[in-house]
């Protein structure tokens, strides 16, 4: 079975500042994507960013970045100059192709003005 | 592009009634459509995966026969809550995988979700 992880119920920043939301996960597939996806009070799931296993590189995209470390089953999601939009919880995801996805418990991000 | 629609938005419905919920991908033919319930301040917990023309494959726990699943076509799928109890009151939110060129097959995408009352 499938687990994922995400170990901060509640995360709080200043507006402009750099957060990290934490996520680990375990499965025992060889190939996988994990997913950041956020839903705001509209409750409406927003893709954020996606990695592919396979792939080392870090994928990046504007102002989310991830770091994916897959020999200890990471999976951070750093947001730079964190805007007031960005307040919205944060679902991690692990799954991918014909799977439906597992998803972690979600850290509720507050930007504060 | 990948716009996931879901219908209706809210409904109230009487114990011991049936429901039906539409998902449809509006700009994308989606091999596999999957259905979601997430409970206030909870997780997502996947119900069940449906592909076009084939019956839908339910996780543990969840009643194939009270949740009907039908997937007609590439663009749309229905979830019907059969006589439905209170304890059915959740949101429900569907999924679509993309399948074919310009949509990634690795990615879901995500309807708006149904919330359902069971008064």
């Known amino acids: 079975a499938q687990t994922v992880t995400q170990s901060q119920p509640e995360m709080s920043v200043q507006e402009a500042e750099t957060v990290t939301l934490s996520c680990t996960y375990d499965?025992?597939?060889?190939?996988?994507?994990l997913f950041w996806y956020k839903q705001p009070p509209s409750r409406q799931m927003i893709l954020v960013i996606r990695?592919?296993?396979?792939?080392?590189q870090n994928a990046t995209e504007n102002r989310f970045s991830v770091n994916f470390q897959k020999a200890a089953k990471s999976f951070s999601l750093k947001i730079s100059d964190s805007q007031l939009g960005d307040t919205a919880m944060y679902f991690c995801?692990?799954?991918?192709?014909?799977?439906?996805?597992?998803f972690g418990k979600g850290t509720h991000l507050i930007i504060q003005p | 592009g990948a716009v996931v629609s879901q219908h209706p938005s809210w409904v109230i419905c009487k114990s011991g009634t049936s429901v039906k919920i539409e998902c449809r991908s509006l700009?994308?033919?989606?091999?596999?459509m999957f259905w979601y319930r997430q409970f206030p301040k909870q997780s997502l917990m996947l119900m069940a995966t449906?592909?076009?023309?084939?019956?839908?494959?339910?996780e543990q726990g969840v009643e194939k026969d009270k949740f009907l699943i039908n997937h007609a076509s590439l663009t749309l799928s229905t979830l019907t809550v059969t006589s439905a109890h209170p304890e059915d009151s959740s949101f429900y939110i569907c999924?679509?995988?993309?399948?074919?060129?310009?949509?990634?097959?690795?990615?879901?995408?995500f309807g708006p979700g149904t919330r359902l009352t069971v008064l």
């Open positions: 999924s679509a995988r993309g399948g074919l060129a310009g949509v990634g097959t690795d990615t879901q995408y």
């Open positions: 499965t025992s597939e060889n190939n996988y994507y």
């Open positions: 990695q592919e296993a396979y792939k080392q």
């Open positions: 995801a692990l799954g991918g192709g014909a799977d439906g996805l597992t």
């Open positions: 700009d994308f033919q989606a091999t596999t």
């Open positions: 449906s592909n076009e023309g084939s019956k839908a494959t339910y």
